[in-house]
């Protein structure tokens, strides 16, 4: 039996669908998944031995210039890739609209979420089943309950395996003689930053506990939040920038991981890490890292988790203080997390 998964983004949506990947292959030996991811992310269902191939779709890149994608024909080569097997089912796992019309181009019967419980309703015209379940699910149980009413079997809610298979990481490489642990403080949405100051004082707080700290990075802004919290501190390290495998490795080989609301975080828990997670404007309810040895600090303001990009905060201006200079805490629900209580946490998990 061949199936198809579509869930072409992002890398935490990519990662919260593999444990249904390990629950399906469990039931029936005799399943093969191929997976249609975004381009960036083709690394990660590689990882998972039950995935055979791996389609890449470029969504993001082409419609910054339709024109171009399809003077190039590389919508049609895409196409053919997808068109290339017939599904006994083909399971839209990410409930948008464009992973809808993926869909509905592949070759197989197409279900997916009811339009009372998905992103966007409109993505059920594509399907030709729907299963509803319900929002107040945290995202993995979500995907994990549409795979087993699709494939007909049943799972052990209270056991999680991403199944990743460490071979195909390559986990090995990135030994390392110092205890370390590995700050992600890069995000997308900007109410989801913990400020850069607190950052710089936590891996003080890190440094004198006899630790080292990597920083990742992605893009510019990230690579520019990571030599300021680096500053001064010679046991501190920007790394290069990463593939997602080396930064699986990286990970794989920390002590433990403290996080912001980032893929990179659920990546963690999928490796079971000990993470420790920073929630301020969002609901770790519902999508917060998921598995063992996590550990999610939430916010006491009264507006969090208020799950918006914009802070509407109203409330008098909250600062605080690093190296006797103030700052303003921005966005205000981080003022619960402070540097020391979150190092403070951080080893208690570990313990």
């Known amino acids: 039996m061949r199936v198809l998964i579509v869930k ?4 935490g949506d990519i990662i919260h669908t593999l444990p249904a990947v390990t629950d399906a292959h469990k039931a029936h030996k005799n399943l093969v998944f191929d997976w249609v991811v975004e381009e960036n992310f083709v690394e990660v269902p590689a990882w998972h031995p039950a995935i055979d191939r791996v389609i890449p779709v470029a969504v993001r890149r082409w419609r910054t210039n339709l024109a171009k994608t399809i003077a190039n024909h590389e919508f049609r080569s ?11 089912l083909v399971i839209d796992a990410q409930g948008l609209i464009k992973s809808g019309i993926i869909s509905r ?11 009372r419980t998905i992103r966007e309703p409109l993505a059920t015209l594509f399907y030709n089943k729907v299963y509803s379940v319900p929002w107040t699910e945290h995202a993995v149980d979500r995907v994990r309950q549409l795979f087993s009413r699709a494939l007909k079997y049943h799972y052990n809610k209270e056991f999680v ?7 195909r990481l390559q986990l090995h490489c990135a030994s390392e003689e110092d205890k370390y642990v590995v700050f992600l ?25 006899g630790y080292r700290v990597l920083l990742p990075w992605g893009n510019s802004e990230e690579k520019q939040r990571a030599e300021f919290i680096a500053q001064d501190n010679a046991r501190v390290t920007v790394l290069a920038r990463q593939t997602l495998s080396e930064l699986a490795a990286r990970i794989h080989s920390a002590q433990g991981v403290i996080a912001v609301d980032t893929g990179l975080g659920h990546l963690a828990a999928a490796l079971s890490k000990p993470t420790v997670s920073l929630y301020g404007p969002t609901n770790p309810g519902l999508s917060g890292t998921y598995g063992t040895k996590q550990l999610h600090l939430v916010s006491n303001l009264n507006c969090a988790p208020c799950v918006k990009k914009l802070c509407a905060y109203n409330g008098p201006g909250v600062t605080d203080r690093f190296e006797n200079q103030p700052f303003a805490v921005n966005p205000p629900c981080f003022s619960s997390h402070k540097p020391e209580n979150v190092w403070r946490q951080f080893e208690q998990l570990l313990q």
């Open 105 to 115: 181009l592949s070759r197989g019967l197409t279900i997916g979420l009811s339009n």
């Open 8 to 11: 072409v983004s992002s890398l």
């Open 78 to 88: 895409f196409k053919e890739q997808l068109q290339r097997e017939h599904y006994d």
């Open 161 to 167: 395996d991403y199944g990743l298979d460490l071979e």
């Open 185 to 209: 403080h890069g995000t997308t949405w900007n109410t989801k930053h913990w400020p850069e100051s607190y950052w710089r004082h936590l891996a003080h707080i890190a440094s004198e506990n």
